[in-house]
């Protein structure tokens, strides 16, 4: 126990880069819990309401997905109303500057309500957890936090709760692992349409700009026969949508030892469970194999979708992030797919202002753009992660000259978009409807196969069911429609 300006801090564990980054020292732990309630926490959530701010990745969603499970078995109701809250969870994101900034910010937020209702618990958990620098500051600056766990010990978060609670000093328990797997989470998933299915966690690529190999841990998989189990109940549930999640699952089963069962092996399973539509993310070229390839190239409910992050158009650039494989290995790696899976969307992330990067190279991420011409790409300004091996290289593409390139990239991929939206017109699409546009309650949105939002007007009774719409205009990032009836698509 310490004490930092007036506050004991009961500190467990907390986070080591060095331990984070280790490897191969330690066997991955299936961990099958009957309870993970202690008794006295059973009920102790009644009458109270929690609250899970989710930041950054489907794998934060997840997550997030499984505490909710857990504060409900503890007898919580969830509130999306700050006031309402009994506990509140900032499930963070490490990946860029701008998001841990975002943070920060609502963590001085809360302060004042800690302050008005001394009996709220407010919790950080997420990848910024398992950041030395970032629970530091939280114990220097910020004692009006309960507690900070991380991305290794969720399943631990009812016993670290009930010490919060009962023990009124910050409890921070951060593991950096290689990690385990966790599998029986109470789990409260958003919606009865669409599903993640997690397949593996961590990633051992170490791109030199990334820090989720220092978060995360190592790259591991779920047993096949518990994610095929999990998604055959999906199927009997009703859902009509999976997506397989990792940070990488195209090296899913590598650590599976004595099994020759990839990515590819399970897809071709989920690939014969009656459920319309299954997607995968997120993919690394490296991994991507010709197996992968031809079961896809199957159909059938595998979705007709490939989001590939290349990250950037020149080979020097992609060395020095670490990325190991070359422009043109990308290339004829993109064509291959793109042969196999003919009418298949292609997306990419790209990253402007990387160290060093030189006009010259930039331009040859716009040439690469324009060569494969994604249908829409996530592009990103290079931000430094401490810890990782990019932090450690001179920052030196001016501020103003990375906005210049983003801001020429994303005209391109917005025309290249546009584009190919076009092709779209006056077509009939197959379209899971999600619900509601956000723009407009009285327009529905959904997607197509090839992930294109579509918004249309309908009943709000078909929220959740598979239906046609007839393309009317095709805009930049979505397309308009109209429903038509099934008779009409047989036409
Ligand atoms: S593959 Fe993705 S998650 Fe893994 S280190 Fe590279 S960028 Fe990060």
């Known amino acids: ?13 907390q986070p ?36 899970i701010r989710t930041y950054g990745c489907q794998m934060n969603t ?123 989470m109470p789990r409260a998933r958003q919606g009865k349409t669409q599903a993640w299915v997690n397949i593996m966690y961590g990633c051992d690529k170490f791109c030199t700009y990334c820090i989720v190999p220092y978060t995360r841990g190592k790259e591991r998989s779920r047993l096949p026969e518990d994610i095929i189990a999990e998604v055959r109940d999906l199927a009997r549930q009703g859902y009509k949508e999976i997506t397989l999640l990792g940070q990488n699952v195209n090296a899913y089963g590598k650590d599976l ?15 014969k469970i009656d459920i319309p539509r299954v997607r995968f993310t997120t993919s690394h070229p490296r991994d991507f194999d010709d197996h992968l390839i031809s079961v896809l190239s199957k159909g059938g409910n595998l979705v007709e979708h490939i989001h590939l992050p290349v990250q950037h158009g020149n080979s020097e650039i992609l060395k020095l992030m670490a990325r190991k494989y070359t422009r043109e290995q990308y290339v004829e790696l993109a064509h291959k797919i793109k042969m196999a899976i003919p ?22 991420t716009l040439s690469l753009v324009r060569e494969i011409e994604f249908d829409s790409a996530y592009t990103y300004i290079y931000s430094p992660r401490e810890g990782t091996p990019a932090a450690k290289m001179k920052d030196n593409v001016p501020m103003e000259v990375k906005r210049e390139r983003l801001g020429r990239l994303n005209a391109l991929v917005n025309e290249i978009s546009a584009k190919k939206n076009l092709d779209y017109q006056d077509q009939i699409v197959e379209v899971l409807v999600e619900g509601e546009s956000k723009k407009n309650p009285d327009v529905l949105a959904g997607r197509t196969r090839t992930n294109r939002l579509v918004n249309f007007v309908a009943p709000k009774s078909v929220i959740g069911k598979i239906v046609y719409v007839k393309v009317t205009e095709a805009k930049t990032w979505s397309l308009n429609g109209e429903m038509v009836e099934m008779a009409e698509v047989k036409q």
């Open 343 to 364: 009418n298949a969307s292609f997306t990419t992330d790209l990253i402007v202002g990387f160290p060093n990067e030189t006009e010259e190279q930039f331009e040859e």
């Open 257 to 271: 030892e004595g099994k020759n069962y990839g990515l590819g092996h399970l897809m071709d399973e989920i690939h």
């Open 62 to 184: 997840h997550d997030s997905e499984n505490m909710a499970g857990l504060l409900l078995e503890m007898g919580f109701e969830s509130t999306e109303e700050t006031m309402e809250a009994d506990v509140i969870l900032l499930n963070t994101c490490a990946i860029r500057e701008n998001a841990e900034n975002k943070v920060f910010g609502e963590i001085g937020h809360l302060k004042a309500l800690k302050v008005e209702r001394p009996e709220l618990i407010v919790g950080v958990c997420g990848c910024m957890s398992q950041e030395e620098s970032v629970v530091n500051r939280i114990m220097q600056k910020h004692q009006h936090i309960d507690l900070i766990f991380g991305t290794h010990n969720i399943h631990r978060l009812p016993e670290l709760l009930r010490n919060a609670i009962y023990g009124k000093e910050m409890v921070v328990e951060v593991w950096s692992k290689e990690g385990d797997i966790v599998e029986n």
């Open 1 to 13: 126990m310490i004490r930092i300006e007036g506050r004991d801090i009961s500190i467990y564990d």
């Open 16 to 51: 080591d880069y060095k331990q984070g980054k280790r490897r191969g020292k330690e066997d991955v732990q299936v961990i099958r819990p009957d309870s993970l309630i202690p008794e006295e926490m059973k009920g102790i959530g009644k009458g109270k309401k929690f609250l």
